[in-house]
C-alpha cells in the first residue's frame, strides 16, 4: 500500500483531474447545430466537472478544506444526470418522480451540511442517495428498453450507454463515500485508498461520455 500511495496515487489523482477535458472538447466540437436538451445537459454536466475540478486544485493548493464543494456538486451534478433522465421519459408519473428525487436530495444534502457531517465533511449520506436514485433511474431505463421493440442496436441508444455507465461507476463509489468518513478516522492512507477507487471510476466514467455525446450528437 506504500508503494501504491507514494508512486501511483499522485499520478492518478491528475489523470483523474483531467479526465472531464476530453469529453469537454469532444462536447464542445459537436455542440454546433445541436438542439438536443439532453446533449446539451450533457456537456452541462461535463462543463461542472471541469469546473469542480479545477476549484479543488486550487483550493488545495491554497491549503483549504474543499469538502465542502462536495455537498454543492452532488446536488447540481444529480439535478443535471436527472434532468437528462426527465427528457427521456414520457410518462407523466416518472417525470414527477424526477422532481421529486432533486427536492429530497436538496434536503438530504441540507441535512449533511448542517446537522450531522457538516460542511468541512464528506456528505455520505446525499452521496450515497444520488448513486441510488440515479442507480434506479438507470435500471427504469433498461426497463424501458427492454420493452421497445424498435431498439435493435444497444450501443447506438446514447441513453442506454449513459444508463451502464452510471450504473457502474455510481454503484462502485457509494459504498466508499459511505465508508469515507470512518476511513478518515482511522488514518489519511485509509480514506485516500477510498479516493483512489472512486479516482479510478470517475477516470472510466468520463471516457465513456466521449461515446455518448458523439451517439447523441448522431
Known amino acids: 500500500m506504500e508503494f501504491f500511495l ?3 496515487y499522485p499520478s492518478l489523482k491528475w489523470v483523474a483531474v483531467l479526465s ?16 438536443d436538451p439532453k446533449f446539451r445537459l450533457m456537456l452541462l454536466y461535463i ?14 493548493k491554497l491549503g483549504m ?18 434532468g437528462i433522465f426527465y427528457y427521456s421519459f414520457d410518462k ?3 417525470k414527477r418522480t ?22 468541512t465533511k464528506m456528505n455520505s449520506v446525499s452521496q450515497v442517495a444520488a448513486s441510488v436514485m440515479l442507480i434506479i433511474l438507470a435500471i427504469t ?32 463509489t457509494s459504498m466508499s463515500y459511505a465508508i469515507f468518513n470512518e476511513a478518515l478516522a482511522i488514518s489519511n492512507d485509509a480514506a485516500r485508498i477510498c479516493v483512489a477507487i472512486n479516482m479510478i471510476l470517475l477516470i472510466l466514467f468520463y471516457a465513456s461520455h466521449v461515446f455518448i455525446l458523439r451517439r447523441m450528437a448522431a
Do not use: E
Open 6 to 8: 507514494a508512486h501511483i
Open 20 to 35: 472531464p477535458l476530453l469529453p469537454f472538447g469532444v462536447g464542445l466540437w459537436l455542440i454546433r447545430n445541436q438542439k
Open 47 to 60: 462543463i461542472l466537472g471541469v469546473i469542480a475540478q479545477a476549484a479543488q486544485i486550487i483550493t488545495a
Open 65 to 82: 478544506n474543499n469538502l465542502w464543494m462536495n455537498h454543492v456538486y452532488t446536488l447540481i451534478g444529480f439535478s443535471v444526470l436527472a
Open 92 to 94: 407523466i408519473m416518472l
Open 98 to 119: 424526477i422532481i421529486f428525487g432533486i427536492v429530497l436530495l436538496c434536503v438530504l444534502n441540507y441535512y449533511d451540511a448542517f446537522i450531522t457531517d457538516g460542511l
Open 141 to 172: 431505463y433498461f426497463y424501458k428498453v427492454a420493452n421497445n421493440a424498435k431498439i435493435i442496436y444497444l450501443d447506438r441508444d446514447p441513453m442506454f450507454l449513459l444508463s451502464c455507465a452510471i450504473l457502474i461507476y455510481y454503484a462502485g
